[in-house]
């Protein structure tokens, strides 16, 4: 059993940079995959980036290709997402979440572990 807690959210203009956390705890960090999505009001969570256990290996989605980061630091029991020139797309509910596997995995149902969410809001 792991907790997640997001944080790092807010309201900031198109072309800003911002960087959002999840930190974890209750369970043995290193063991975990953990992916990042996000929701749009009316619209489907959809896959963000996601990183394998050892850091080692990470994906993203075409949408944020280019702009998005995503790392970990085990020292932290933290896992990051770099956002940058962020656009008013970009607005959304963004969730982490974390896996017992050595694989990394990008639909919402491949998780067990949610944390509770950060609002990212981009104003033109």
């Known amino acids: 059993q792991v907790q997640l807690v997001e944080s790092g959210g807010g309201l900031v203009q198109a072309g800003v940079s911002l960087r959002l956390s999840c930190a974890a705890s209750?369970?043995?960090?290193?063991?975990?995959?953990v992916g990042w999505f996000r929701q749009a009001p009316g619209k489907e969570r959809e896959f963000v980036a996601a990183i394998n256990l050892s850091g080692s290996i990470t994906y993203y989605a075409d949408s944020v290709k280019g702009r998005f980061t995503i790392s970990r630091d085990y020292a932290k029991n933290t896992v990051y997402l770099q956002m940058s020139s962020l656009k008013p797309d970009d607005t959304a509910v963004y969730y982490c979440?974390?896996?017992?596997?050595?694989?990394?995995?990008?639909?919402?149902?491949?998780?067990?572990?949610w944390g509770q969410g950060t609002q990212v809001t981009v104003s033109s």
């Open positions: 979440a974390a896996k017992y596997s050595n694989s990394v995995y990008s639909t919402p149902r491949d998780y067990g572990y």
């Open positions: 209750g369970g043995t960090f290193s063991n975990y995959a």
